[in-house]
């Protein structure tokens, strides 16, 4: 104890020779975070960085690790980094604390739109939203004379054009490698063609007609997109996109800001953004809406607390988010729509609005099965009627074993 | 030897063995028939997510676990659920569904049992290609001029280092979409070529990469195995008139056999656990293998449960499975050995 106090106050200290300009103030609590690894939270952890004493974990196997982490206790991580789909874990083993008082204290730049409240309390702190929207290459789409697609019919009559007229190899990229990925597609989907997952008794609605509708509908862009599209994920579409082979997809936001990243694209400037396509008439985009936030572990002292989250709240103001505009759709103040932002918002915005990602424990267990089923019937191995059979079939063996269902 | 050199020789090694196989073997065992699940309750819960703008609120019954007060644990109870997780892993009942309609490719839709033909299939396709590749390889270097020896050994031997994962992946890049290979092939026959778009291609791959990445390994012990063949028998049998392919069969593979069953032993255990190739080759569309399977049920999902009752199931199954496919080469050598202490 005494040697770590000692090797404590040295690292201080050292601290304190140092200066950081960046940082309205000096952090002497030992701060460590656990994110995903994409371009945003490098922003963001990197502005926390610069009050020192801090060190940030950006990992895309962080949901793995996420919920076990925060579980030890003193838990292994001070700040964590989540979406809607990764918060419920933490959530329900009640590993994140409440936020409400530090808020009061250091939270006077949050908007009220940032705070994300369970029952009252806020639980989570949102600094960006993200969601599947159509990207399209505007050039590709005005020399062929096709207006901007609004709804998946729309989108297969653009891509029977960009096909017979042979400016790309595949007319449609999309983020259908199996498991996860996959599995996300339908969920964007079945919404859309107004299914809801689950009934009352916690058992699974995906075995009906907007389920069976959805299916085709994913079915059909196989026409378009690349054989091997059972194994693209949103950075193979976003390398198939920056390449030039491709000329629309249904990807996330948070992959737009790369399309004119003059390193690695070819198309800069060619990529314009607009709401995800409806899956049928007067319906909701066909899409979910995702936010990624920051939690407070509930392991750790209230001093190291208070610490976190007054870091937390340094590294998302507005000078980050000024030097970031472009890496994320951000709800932190000072942020400005840029053109990469317009089909994001048009999909938020729109009337009836696409659902919030659902963060239960069903949707994770619905997910995985989804995510194992889906491939057979994209293969051609099984019929839509028999795989949605199989999901549901899937879905109540795992929910009994999970103590969800009877 | 006296038993007490004996115990300490051999007691460190039965000490970490009984700890770090026996014990987990054991738990794994026990926990293919229990199920451990949270106390669940349903709770009406005001959720706000953010907008664009403004903030969507929601309020709707959700199912969460109950939180211990002291501990601050969730709460979970265990529960003996006798054969239920290896019912759910093997589901008998669409298999006999499947065989009495006559509709056998059912069958291959259940996980489990897609997951068995392809082990098995890649197990024993690539076993005779090993022992054979292996042999060949051995029998070039044995017959080359010495000065080449010493670079052909080193240059065999290389795909034998590589990380599975890695070697798996590259071969991943190599072929996927515009990879290098796949876009000279294309330029050559004017064709385009997806080997990751069907099934057959991406086994075919997945041979041939596990027969270039073992058969280093067989060349390996037979090489060694060829130094002791008995020249005297080898000469007599020329003297005989043997042809090269006689001397073979009838000389240097009989030699050989004890190597031959061992390779074919460590290539039965390590081939059923395949599961570097289903993860570089991303090929859980069209094929996954028992051991994958295993790892899917443990993987956490995005709520964070995992399958563990089922992963254990799956593991006990996979077990014993490598004891049946061991049974017959064991014997065989369990005869040889008993025959020759006589």
């Given amino acids: 104890m005494y040697l770590k106090k000692l090797a404590l106050a040295g690292v201080v200290s050292l601290m304190g020779t140092s200066a950081f300009a960046a940082c309205a103030y000096e952090n002497d609590v030992p701060l460590k975070s656990l994110s995903a690894g994409f371009e945003a939270w490098k922003a963001v952890t990197d502005a926390m960085a610069e009050c020192g004493n801090f060190q940030a974990e950006l990992d895309q196997e962080f949901r793995t690790k996420q919920p076990a982490a925060f579980e030890a206790n003193p838990s292994l991580y001070h700040i964590g980094g989540v979406s809607n789909g990764t918060v419920t874990p933490l959530l329900n083993a ?30 989570a702190i949102a600094m960006m939203v993200n969601t599947q929207h159509l990207m399209y290459r505007e050039d590709i789409f005005a020399d062929l004379g096709i207006a901007t697609p609004t709804s998946w019919d729309e989108v297969f009559a653009a891509a029977e054009k960009i096909k017979a007229a042979g400016v790309v190899d595949h007319a449609i990229g999309a983020t259908m490698k199996s498991g996860w990925n996959l599995a996300q597609e339908f969920v964007n989907m079945y919404p859309g063609f107004g299914g809801a997952f689950f009934n009352a008794d916690n058992t699974t609605a995906v075995n009906s007609d907007a389920g069976v509708k959805a299916l085709e509908t ?17 950075t193979y579409v976003q390398q198939q996109f920056q390449q030039g082979k491709i000329a629309m997809s249904n990807l996330w936001a948070s992959r737009a800001g790369a399309m004119n990243d003059e390193n690695e694209s070819s198309v800069v400037g060619k990529v314009k953004m607009a709401a995800a396509p409806i899956a049928m008439d007067g319906g909701a985009p066909a899409t979910t809406l995702w936010w990624d936030g920051i939690v407070i572990a509930a392991n750790i002292t209230d001093e190291e607390a208070d610490a976190a989250f007054r870091l937390a709240m340094e590294g998302l103001d507005e000078e980050m988010v000024k030097a970031n505009n472009e890496a994320a759709i951000w709800l932190v103040k000072g942020y400005e729509p840029g053109p990469l932002a317009a089909g994001a918002i048009a999909t938020a915005t729109a009337t009836p609005s696409a659902p919030p990602y659902p963060s239960t424990t069903q949707m994770g267990l619905l997910h995985t099965a989804l995510g194992n089923e889906l491939p057979a019937f994209l293969t051609g191995d099984r019929d839509a009627a028999a795989t949605l059979v199989a999901v549901e079939e899937a879905y109540t063996t795992s929910a009994k074993e999970a103590g969800v269902l009877e | 030897m006296k038993f007490k050199t004996f115990f300490w020789f ?10 770090f196989i026996a014990a987990p073997l054991v738990s794994v065992f026990i926990q293919s028939f229990q199920v451990t699940q949270p106390i669940m309750q ?41 054969l239920q997780s290896y019912r759910n892993v093997l589901q008998m009942d669409k298999v006999w569904a499947a065989l009495g309609s006559g509709n056998w490719g059912d069958i291959l839709q259940i996980d489990f049992w897609k997951a068995l033909r392809f082990t098995l299939s890649f197990t024993l396709f690539t076993l005779p290609l090993v022992i054979g590749v292996g042999l060949l390889i051995a029998l070039a270097v044995n017959n080359a001029a ?34 290098i290979l796949t876009a000279t092939l294309e330029r050559w026959t004017g064709q385009d070529i997806a080997m990751f778009a069907q099934s057959w291609t991406i086994e075919m791959l997945m041979y041939f990469y596990r027969v270039w990445h073992v058969a280093p390994f067989a060349f390996v012990i037979f090489y060694a195995g060829l130094q002791t063949v008995n020249m005297d028998t080898l000469e007599s049998a020329i003297i005989d008139g043997a042809n090269r392919f006689e001397r073979l069969r009838y000389v240097i593979v009989p030699h050989l056999m004890p190597l031959i069953i061992f390779i074919a032993l460590i290539h039965l255990m390590d081939c059923y656990r395949v599961f570097e190739e289903i993860v570089g080759f991303r090929s859980q569309a069209h094929v996954i293998s028992l051991q994958w399977l295993t790892f899917d049920f443990l993987t956490p999902d995005d709520a964070g449960n995992r399958a563990i009752s089922r992963a254990s199931a799956s593991a006990m199954l996979t077990m014993i499975g490598i004891v049946v496919l061991l049974v017959l080469p064991l014997r065989r050598t369990w005869r040889d050995h008993k025959g020759g202490a006589h």
Avoid at chain 1, 113 to 120: E, P, S, Y
Avoid at chain 2, 148 to 176: A, D, H, K, M, Q
């Fill in chain 1, 94 to 123: 009640g590993t994140i604390r409440p936020l409400d008082d530090l808020v009061a204290k250091y939270g006077q730049n949050l908007s009220p739109n940032q705070l994300i409240k369970v029952d009252g309390k806020t639980m």
């Fill in chain 1, 218 to 234: 994913m079915a059909k862009t196989l026409a378009y997109t690349d054989p091997e599209v059972l194994v693209s994920d949103s």
């Fill in chain 2, 42 to 82: 349903q709770i009406e819960v005001e959720t706000c997510t953010p907008g664009f703008l403004t903030q969507t609120c929601t309020t709707e019954v959700k199912t969460v676990p109950v939180i211990d007060e002291v501990t601050g644990k969730t709460q979970t109870t265990t529960e003996w659920v006798g």
């Fill in chain 2, 10 to 19: 051999v007691g460190p090694s039965v000490f970490m063995m009984l700890l």
């Fill in chain 2, 146 to 179: 010495r000065s080449l020896r010493g670079p052909v050994i080193f240059i065999s031997l290389l795909p034998f280092i590589i990380t599975p994962v890695i070697g798996s992946l590259s071969i991943y890049w190599l072929f996927v979409g515009d990879g």
